[in-house]
């Protein structure tokens, strides 16, 4: 009973909150209680959603579109329209009834549609809906609705000329105090009111929910008015319903919800006005023929032309769609950021150095001797002692040079496509200019992703065409067969299965540079020429530990309470640690070289939170020269007032740099990470990670003067 009541709750407040593209509590709120400002309208829109949200439970919807609000923000449009045009009576809630099942039915319809081409709903139902409405109940027979006589009704109904303000000048504009309250009425429009008090409150449940989306209202508010007074469109100053409902809401949209907030997005939120203008008049035009108001329809229109245009891009360069939906352009702007920095990962296969130990870049990408053109991303690696010879004296046969015959490993999983192993080792100083790559082993990782070592030793190729291969498994020993004067390995990544292809520069995953900082560890970079580097060599008790598939569970005690963590993966296969006490979530990513967490949603008090910070990025060494770094999402800031002016300046500069590192100590079976985080080059946390074998058994973190200490008191591996 009590998860129906919390459920039904948080659908109720997000169906009102995501009328502004929003699941902020408090803005969700302040809806409802606003939306009561006009009683009628505010009891209607209630029950409305109320029934809504009923009906698509019963009905069997998926339960997470239920709670986010999106089957039922259109009834509670829906509803809050009948209230406002209609008068209560025999027929009324009739009607409303059979009203909000037909916009129900159309807003699940619609979605499914809609969201085959990745578009969004939008308020496309509500107007459908009640211009079905508005038609049946001025048509020749009588519905028993008898409309209200109401001013609001007069500016839904007309494209503009319903305010008595006027724009001489940018000055005074400024000085002008109605315009202030233009704002506020506009805001109230989207409820259908005409109300300075209910366009403050809604003010600040915006400025609480998202100070980017409230800049740009004001922005978007100020542009139509100037852009109006310039070109003369309504001489009475424009509708302050369609400036909150359709001018207002479509800058909004695009300039801070469905593109990432940059400088690019507020242009382009500027454009969106004069043309918004435009589908307004057009439409009331039209739609005047059958006595029809435009409604929110011009901001659907002008919301789904830009995004449509938007997604056809073949390169979207700098101005980009918003990838993962947060509900919050702060959120959705610092994620992008942030996954943009640490996620290079999930636009490549992970490729591991083909060897062991440390060798070195004797020739990288478009080198001076044979990397050239089309065949320029390769690399080549020897080993090189002290003193920097790649030999030991005489140096007169291949055996003298460091790696030859040295094990070549695979660099990742795949299948064998091509060998050569057949040809003779060159003799020092002679090259085989005819078989010019020597023994060569192609493997193929995915389609149109290949790897190829060359120069190996001849008879050393321990696999077959056809044959599958995991990473680090014995491939061949290094040679110096074919345009080799000297042994070495040439590693290359192309995009079809022939010897001889062309390169493509692609990085390695992990590795460590030892060039000028011994054990600097990078990620997803290419090497370049005279880099000395090594793999990552993992340690398996801190894999084991944080090896947390899908059926994990632990009980996890600190600071008074206990949470129960599980492992889930979610409908596109992505990992996270599901804290049932506090419903907080943290996706994660292990790929077997390190585990690292990519955003965290919920109850910061949450032990979840804690843990998430600690443990933002474990790489699996027990090499205590080894720091590790990443950057925080800027958002985990304590420094909420700082964080505020930050989110207003953040689409054109960002000034708060939130950096997470950490290094590991191993004392036989203990092993401990102590991890910390610094903002701006201060250190505003540290935390300590204890494993115990191949356990996480507890975690300290000291942060903001809060101190939290847990332990993991039970857990079952499945």
């Known amino acids: 009973m009590k998860k129906a009541i919390l459920f039904t709750t948080q659908s109720l407040v997000n169906s ?9 509590k408090v803005l969700g709120v302040l809806l409802l209680l606003v939306s009561f400002f006009n009683p009628a309208a505010g009891i209607t829109g209630l029950l409305s959603v109320l029934f809504a949200i009923a009906l698509v439970s019963i009905m069997g919807y998926r339960r997470e579109d239920i709670r986010m609000g999106f089957y039922s923000f259109n009834a509670l449009l829906l509803g809050i329209g009948f209230g406002t045009f209609y008068q209560f009576g025999p027929s009324f809630f009739i009607w409303l009834l059979l009203a909000c099942v037909v916009v129900t039915m159309i807003s699940v319809v619609l979605a499914s549609w809609l969201g085959k ?10 107007v459908i809906a009640f211009w079905l409405v508005l038609l049946a109940a001025n048509s020749v027979y009588h519905m028993g609705l008898e409309q209200r006589n109401s001013a609001i009704l007069n500016e839904i109904y007309t ?8 724009l001489p000048g940018l000055l005074n504009f400024i000085i002008v105090p109605n315009y202030c309250g233009l704002f506020f009425r506009a805001l109230s429009a989207v409820l259908f009111q005409n109300n300075v008090i209910s366009g ?5 449940g915006l400025l609480i929910h998202s100070r980017i989306n409230f800049s740009l209202l004001i922005l978007a508010f100020i542009a139509a008015c100037l852009f109006n007074s310039f070109t003369g469109t309504y001489a009475g100053g424009i509708s302050y319903y369609h400036l909150g409902s359709n001018i207002m809401m479509a800058a909004g949209a695009i300039g801070s919800f469905f593109l990432i907030p940059s400088a690019r997005s507020y242009l382009w939120a500027l454009i969106t006005i004069p043309i918004t203008m435009l589908l307004i008049n057009g439409f009331t035009r039209i739609l005047g023929i059958y006595d029809l108001p435009v409604l929110s329809f011009p901001f659907c229109i002008a919301t789904l032309l830009f995004l449509g245009f938007f997604k056809l891009r073949v390169n979207a360069g700098k101005l980009q769609l918003t990838p993962l939906q947060h509900y919050s352009p702060e959120r959705n702007l610092y994620q992008y950021l942030n996954s943009s920095e640490r996620l290079r990962e999930l636009n490549y296969i992970n490729l591991n150095l083909p060897f062991m130990g440390e060798w070195t870049v004797s020739q990288g990408y478009d080198g001076n001797i044979t990397h050239k053109a089309d065949w320029g991303k390769a690399l080549d690696f020897v080993i090189k002692d002290e003193g920097g010879k790649t030999y030991k004296y005489p ?17 990742a999983d795949g299948t064998i496509e091509e060998v050569v192993s057949h040809i003779e080792d060159n003799a020092i100083g002679e090259v085989n200019t005819i078989d010019n790559w020597g023994n060569s082993i192609v493997i193929k990782h995915v389609t149109g992703l290949y790897s190829k070592v060359s120069h190996l030793k001849k008879d050393s190729v321990k696999v077959k065409t056809g044959d599958f291969v995991k990473q680090g498994d014995l491939l061949a020993m290094c040679g110096n067969s074919g345009r080799s004067p000297e042994p070495h390995l040439h590693f290359q990544v192309q995009a079809t299965p022939y010897i001889g292809s062309k390169t493509l520069a692609y990085p390695f995953a992990y590795y460590l540079d030892q060039s000028n900082e011994k054990n600097k560890l990078q990620s997803f970079n290419i090497p370049t020429e005279g880099t000395e580097l090594s793999p990552v060599e993992i340690n398996t008790s801190i894999k084991q530990a944080f090896k947390l598939q899908p059926g994990y569970t632990a009980i996890v005690s600190g600071n008074n309470r206990h949470e129960h963590f599980e492992v889930f993966t979610d409908a596109l296969n992505q990992s996270y640690i599901y804290s049932e006490t506090t419903g907080a979530t943290a996706y994660f990513i292990n790929n077997g070289t390190s585990f690292y967490f990519t955003s965290f949603y919920g109850d910061q008090n949450s032990l979840l939170y804690y843990f998430y910070l600690a443990a933002y990025k474990v790489v699996f060494t027990s090499d205590n020269s080894i720091i590790v770094t ?12 700082r964080l505020w002016l930050h989110d207003v300046l953040a689409p054109f500069f960002q000034f708060i740099k939130l950096k997470y590192s950490n290094s590991t100590i191993v004392n036989g079976q203990n092993i401990t990470i102590a991890a910390g985080q610094h903002k701006n080059n201060k250190q505003t946390m540290n935390a300590v990670i204890q494993l115990t074998g191949s356990n996480i058994k507890s975690f300290t973190v000291n942060i903001n003067d809060t101190k939290v200490e847990a332990k993991w008191i039970a857990e079952n591996i499945y």
């Open 16 to 24: 009102y909150a995501i009328l502004f593209f929003s699941q902020n």
């Open 395 to 411: 140096a007169t046969r291949p055996d003298h040079f460091y790696c030859f015959n040295k094990p070549v490993l695979a660099c």
């Open 200 to 204: 403050i409150l809604i003010s600040i």
């Open 159 to 166: 494209a503009g000329e319903g305010n008595a303000y006027h």
């Open 630 to 641: 990443d950057a925080y999402s800027v958002q985990v800031t304590a420094d909420r007032v």
């Open 117 to 126: 081409f990745g578009f969004p709903l939008l308020s496309l139902p509500f």
